[in-house]
């Protein structure tokens, strides 16, 4: 995948090269084809291909919160002997 995004850079660069140095080009007319057929394809086709790793980093993100929150005790209790003192009576 990266050697074809390298590849692909490298020919949209030589096409705005050609663009901005011909006699009917304009260095505003090598911005676009940049931008349009360089910069915005890869980032499309990057999104597409990056979105398993993404996935894959959120759902371990969410393991790692939900076991440690299973670690600690979020009850809201105050702290202290969990069965309440039996009083003797007099």
Known sequence: MLLIAIAW???VGMVAVVEATSSNGT???A???LLLY???PLAIVGYLF?????????RAAQDAIESASLD???GGHAAGDPVA????EA
């Open 50 to 58: 990056l979105t398993p790793a993404r996935r894959r980093l959120q």
């Open 9 to 11: 850079v490298y020919v």
């Open 85 to 88: 003192a039996e009083r003797k």
């Open 38 to 40: 360089g910069v915005l």
């Open 31 to 33: 911005v676009f084809t």
């Open 72 to 74: 600690r005790d979020e």
């Open 27 to 29: 260095i505003l007319g």
